[in-house]
């Protein structure tokens, strides 16, 4: 982008696209909602200061690529899509409606913008590192930039690709794991020990910092860093909140799997500062 947003402009963006991921659990019925809301951050901070794409042309060779392998959390990832011109807003209302564009999780070419058919975790990061090589060969400058979830670094997949990436010097590859300490049945610490995470993946060869996962500046300047002068891949540990934004959802993991109600829609809306949505009716099985 020619001129980057204010600070404050990328924290209204952020904002504004949690509400509209809360408005789309809401209005389509359809869970993890607190996924979604603890990695708007990084998509921000990437959407509008970090990478260069055109929505104009959503398949140039030359663009950015960015790879959400946490597919659950898509209406994230949706929402920036609609936000940024890639498609138009009105599709946001169809979501995860039956012959709609947008799956509940990205599916193949469902949309201008979408890459990788993701949400089964562990295959968003060898298929970010097969880019990125593609890349070097060919050769082109692109990067290549991928959000993992916390639990997603169980997946023996991921190591694999760890291990690869530095011995293939793709410094124009980056994550960013979206560190929000739960998995579906509980604390990630307690389903597999994860800590120390950046210690770990500096051990596979990456060069590895730790930031505020919600710290939009932090997370900019974090993004400066591609590629990396050291000749490493990037891994960006961002420490954040399941449920960011508001506070009845906020380190709640209840909110994996719960739908909001109309009324908390609204309450969530207050809090963030946007006015009241407007809401269509619900889809059967989610609350009025």
């Avoid at 509400?19 to 789309?24: A, F, L, S, T």
């Avoid at 398949?59 to 899509?81: E, Q, T, W």
């Avoid at 968003?124 to 097969?130: Q, R, S």
């Amino acid at each position: 982008m020619s001129t980057l947003p204010s600070l404050a402009e990328l924290q209204g963006i952020s904002a504004e696209l949690r509400g509209q991921v809360i408005k789309m659990s809401h209005q389509a019925g359809t869970p993890h909602l607190g996924s979604s809301l603890s990695c708007i951050d990084l998509l921000t901070a990437a959407y509008w200061t970090a990478l260069r794409i055109d929505p104009e042309k959503p398949h140039d060779p030359n663009r950015d690529r960015f790879i959400l392998s946490k597919g659950h959390a898509a209406p994230a990832l949706y929402s920036v899509l609609a936000k940024r011109g890639f498609f138009s807003p009105d599709w946001l209302d169809t979501f995860a409606t039956h012959g709609a564009e947008l799956a509940e999780q990205p599916s193949p070419n469902c949309a201008p913008g979408v890459e990788l058919a993701t949400g089964s975790l562990g295959h968003g990061l060898p298929v970010a590192l097969g880019l990125a090589l593609a890349a070097k060969i060919q050769p082109r400058d692109y990067r290549v930039l991928v959000v993992l979830s916390d639990g997603e670094c169980n997946e023996g997949s991921v190591w694999e690709a760890a291990l690869l990436a530095p011995a293939l010097k793709l410094n124009h590859l980056a994550i960013m794991v979206d560190f929000n300490k739960w998995q579906a049945t509980g604390r990630s610490e307690e389903v597999t020990s994860l800590t120390p995470l950046r210690a770990k993946w500096e051990a596979f060869g990456w060069h590895a910092v730790e930031v505020d996962g919600h710290d939009l500046a932090a997370l900019t300047e974090a993004l400066r860093e591609v590629p990396h002068p050291s000749g490493k891949p990037l891994a960006i540990i961002a420490h954040t909140i399941k449920g960011k934004g508001v506070s009845f959802m906020e380190d709640d993991n209840n909110w994996h799997y719960r739908i909001p109600k109309r009324d908390e829609v609204n309450k969530a809306f207050a809090e963030l500062g946007l006015p009241a949505p407007q809401l269509a009716a619900a889809k059967s099985g989610s609350a009025s």
